[in-house]
Every structure is written in C-alpha cells, then in structure tokens.
C-alpha cells in the first residue's frame, strides 16, 4: 500500500470556486512520486483498456493499485490553515473563559511546557497523526516560543508523514508577555527564526533521500501578534522573510482587543501595520482577520494576502461572524482552518459545517429582538457547503502555493477514502436522494471520523484504520 500507482474509484472535489465535481469511476494514475499523471473517466477514449492495464500491473506489484467498493468515495485532503500545536492538551479545556484568562492562566502556562523537546514531540506526533485521520493532509502549524520544541514539532510530522508547514513563534516584548514564556529579545527572536529556517530546510532535504515519496515540511516565520512583538523584532522578520522568500503566519483582526492594540499603537490597523513590516504577501497567512474594513480587504488583495478562517474558534473569542463572502467577492484568497485550540475540534468537517451555519447567521442576524430589516450584515452573507469544501481544500493550497487540494493532472495525490455506508455512519442517501450534490453534502453534514477509512498524503498510505 505504500507505493500506490493508479487508483480507480468515485472522487468530489472542487476545481473551481462555487461548484463541485464528481469523478464517477475515474482512474487516477500517479507518477513515481505520488503526483497525478493522468486522469481517464469512463466516457474518455481507451478508459477500458487504461483499466485493464492498471488491475494487470497491479497485480504484478502488489500493493500499487487500489480499486474502491461502490459505497467507497474519495474527497481531497484537507489543508488546516492554522493550529497551535502546544495548545493540542488544551482542545476543549476552559472555553467559557474570557480570552486573556483562557491565554494567562491555561495557554502561555501550557505552550511553556514545549521547553521540554520529548514533550513537544509527543504532542505534536499525536496531534499531526489525529489530524491525518481527520482527513487533514496539509497543516500549518504554530509551533511555541521555543526553537527546539518547535523543530521537535517538524520532526513529528515529517514521522506522521503529514505535509506541514511550522513556524517558531515569535513573542519578544518584555512588557507584553510573561518572563515564563518568551523570547529572551528581538535579537534571540530573530537569530532563532533565521536557524529555525535553516534546520527545517535541512530535515526535509534528509527526508528527501531517506524517504522515497516525502511530502515535505517548510517553514514558517511566525510573528505571534503585533500585541506580543516589537517594532524591532517585526521589522526584522520582515527582512527575513523578504530574504528567504519564507513562508508567513501571524494573527490579524481577530477581535475588539487586537484590532485596538494597532489603532492605539501606530494610529492604523493592523493589517495596515503588518503591511509596513513587510508581513503581508504571498504564502502569508493570517488568521482569523473578522475586524477587516473595505482598505483592510483590498490591501490584502494587493499583496496576494491569505484569511485563515476559523469558524468555530471565531465563535468564542472573535466577537463577530468573519465575513468570507464578502473576503473571497473582494477577490482575497482565503482557505480554512480549526484554530486548536480556540477552536475545539480537530477536524476541518465540522469547521466546513460551522462556516456555513456562521455565514447564515451573519446574513440574518442573531437578536430577534431587533427588527428583521436592520437585524443582519445587510446583505448576502451565506455560503454553500461546497464553497466550504473549496475553502479546506484549494483554498488552501492556494495559500501556501502547493499543488494539492484537488485532483486534478499535476496535484500530489492526497486523499481521504470514505465509507459511506460504515455502520452508524450511513451517509448514503437511502436510495432516495442519490443525486452528486445531495451525496456530497451528506457526506460533509454528517462523515464522522469512523468514516474516514485511509488517508494517502502524496500517493502513500498514511492511515488505514482497517488495519488497525
Ligand atoms: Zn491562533
């Protein structure tokens, strides 16, 4: 199983943003490196023959083909745009807590505790191998404070076998965060950023030779907050992430708190802030970014800016609905994420789902007591499971410049295969509703993670649960 070569088998994805696609019976053929070479549907010309040669070879080299039975189905792996790591212990914990009690008494006290490397790498293998069996292939991870922890971090996913991108958090300012739990100064902080990319680019490059098909881990330059950083530690970043070309991942506007620490400090937002360090740009991407007026939009727009939406997590501490119709419409990139442990759950399913419900109750208000008219965001707000889909899936490549998210010829074949008849998971629609979209929105609504029977992240399997 771990040299997968062709795959025959119904697969939904969403190529494009607003619809979806069912590939009935396709079959995805993949070249030596797990990436998709050709995909024949049955109504292509030679499908038969193209089949007949696939089962044959496959049953030369066991293990290199895999057929789905009629109840099986396959999605693309999803792409977490943003997670704490050290805050994996906490998923759940304390949540009715206001945020800077849930930060100072549980959060900082915990991602301390990534000091310790065998406990870092504890976390984060266990956390990289839960999100793969939630379908997630992709994740973009903060790491702590700590360089080690954080590179201890990189090496659990690279042993999970997921596609990762993590950063070693910056959190400098001495009058901003606990002497427990930060950057020792600006210069630390930037020394360690700049080693931190360094070794990553190392453990990739040596999985590369040890690892036939490896998916790769990149790093990330990881500004916790403009609240927790300084001017010196910001501008630095920015020069190191212009050097590098690095990837960038930071909080913007994520509720009342934050977006008035950058209007009191600079006279400006804080989009408009993270734009004059140099921090907003291609595979940049900020989490969260609800407080976003019409400038804010368009500046991100500009600079190929990405919006880490995070529906649940939103739900407690964001103090409002993040308007993703109007993100995407103002033709922002914008992918989705979990946010653990703001977000409590680890799986992009049940964020695909709050993200419509939010979208819906942005569009007609939530106070009943104020009149219908005025009671909503004033104009169309909702969006469909399938743009939900979209946003877990190419969204994100999309943010990070990686070529998965769907399956189309030239895409990393990761892959999440369902079975849609699992007992007490029944996502089949009975017979009754068996039309492509009535299937795959019962498959969003209602997969759990019994559903989710493999995951191959570049063509090689990195969860079966029927072997287990
Ligand atoms: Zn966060």
């Known amino acids: 199983m771990s040299n997968l070569n062709a795959v025959l088998g119904s697969?939904?994805?969403?190529p494009a943003y607003g619809g979806f696609e069912?590939?009935?019976?396709?079959?995805?053929?993949l070249d030596g490196r797990g990436f998709i070479e050709r995909v024949t549907l049955p109504s292509d010309e030679g499908y038969d023959a193209h089949v007949i040669a696939a089962r044959e070879a496959g049953a030369r080299e066991p293990g290199t083909f895999m057929e789905l039975g009629s109840d099986e189905c396959g999605l693309p792996g999803f792409v977490?745009?943003?997670?704490?790591?050290?805050?994996?212990?906490?998923?759940?914990?304390?949540?009715?807590?206001?945020?800077?009690?849930?930060?100072?008494?549980?959060?900082?006290?915990?991602?301390?505790?990534?000091?310790?490397?065998?406990?870092?790498?504890?976390?984060?293998?266990?956390?990289?191998?839960?999100?793969?069996?939630?379908?997630?292939?992709?994740?973009?991870?903060?790491?702590?404070?700590?360089?080690?922890?954080?590179?201890?971090?990189?090496?659990?996913?690279?042993?999970?076998?997921?596609r990762a991108v993590v950063?070693?958090?910056?959190?400098?300012?001495?009058?901003?965060?606990?002497?427990?739990?930060?950057?020792?100064?600006?210069?630390?902080?930037?020394?360690?950023?700049?080693?931190?990319?360094?070794?990553?680019?190392?453990?990739?490059?040596d999985c590369r030779r040890t690892v036939e098909r490896f998916p790769g881990v990149f790093a990330a330059v990881t500004p916790r907050f403009i609240p927790s950083c300084t001017d010196e530690a910001l501008a630095g970043l920015g020069q190191i992430v212009a050097a590098h070309d690095a990837y960038v991942q930071s909080h913007c506007n994520e509720g009342e708190w934050e977006h008035g620490v950058a209007v009191a400090r600079y006279g400006k937002t804080d989009a408009e802030?993270?734009?004059?360090?140099?921090?907003?740009?291609?595979?940049?991407?900020?989490?969260?970014?609800?407080?976003?007026?019409?400038?804010?939009?368009?500046?991100?727009?500009?600079?190929?800016?990405?919006?880490?939406?995070?529906?649940?997590?939103?739900?407690?501490?964001?103090?409002?609905?993040?308007?993703?119709?109007?993100?995407h419409e103002a033709g922002v990139k914008i992918g989705l994420a979990t946010d653990i442990s703001g977000g409590f759950s680890p799986s992009l399913y049940e964020n695909i789902r709050m993200a419509v419900m939010a979208s819906r109750m942005l569009e007609s208000g939530v106070d009943a007591l104020v009149p219908c008219s005025s009671r909503g965001a004033g104009r169309l707000s909702r969006i469909s499971v399938a743009e939900a889909l979209y946003l877990a899936t190419k969204g994100g490549a999309e943010a990070l410049e990686l070529p998965v998210g769907s399956f189309e010829v030239g895409?990393?074949?990761?892959?999440?295969?369902?079975?849609?008849?699992?007992?007490?998971?029944?996502?089949?629609?009975?017979?009754?509703?068996?039309?492509?979209?009535?299937?795959?929105?019962?498959?969003?609504?209602?997969a759990t993670p019994d559903s989710i029977r493999k995951v191959f992240v570049q063509g090689r399997c990195v969860i079966d649960r029927d072997a287990l």
């Open 11 to 14: 697969f939904f994805h969403t």
């Open 22 to 29: 069912l590939l009935e019976r396709a079959l995805i053929e």
């Open 80 to 162: 977490d745009l943003h997670v704490h790591a050290p805050q994996w212990p906490q998923a759940g914990v304390a949540l009715d807590e206001p945020l800077d009690v849930w930060l100072d008494q549980r959060t900082f006290p915990l991602e301390a505790r990534f000091a310790d490397p065998a406990f870092a790498h504890a976390v984060g293998l266990d956390l990289a191998r839960t999100l793969l069996s939630r379908g997630t292939t992709t994740c973009l991870y903060f790491g702590s404070a700590h360089l080690e922890g954080s590179f201890e971090l990189a090496r659990a996913c690279t042993e999970a076998g997921q």
């Open 167 to 205: 950063g070693k958090v910056v959190m400098d300012d001495p009058e901003a965060n606990h002497d427990f739990y930060r950057d020792a100064s600006p210069a630390s902080a930037l020394a360690d950023t700049e080693e931190f990319l360094g070794r990553v680019e190392h453990l990739d490059a």
């Open 273 to 327: 802030a993270l734009a004059d360090f140099g921090l907003l740009r291609p595979k940049a991407v900020m989490a969260h970014c609800t407080f976003m007026n019409e400038s804010d939009t368009a500046l991100f727009a500009q600079t190929g800016t990405t919006v880490a939406h995070c529906p649940i997590s939103n739900a407690y501490f964001a103090d409002s609905a993040c308007p993703v119709r109007r993100i």
């Open 411 to 446: 895409r990393a074949f990761d892959v999440q295969i369902l079975d849609t008849r699992h007992p007490y998971a029944d996502l089949t629609g009975f017979g009754i509703f068996d039309a492509p979209a009535d299937r795959l929105a019962r498959i969003l609504y209602l």
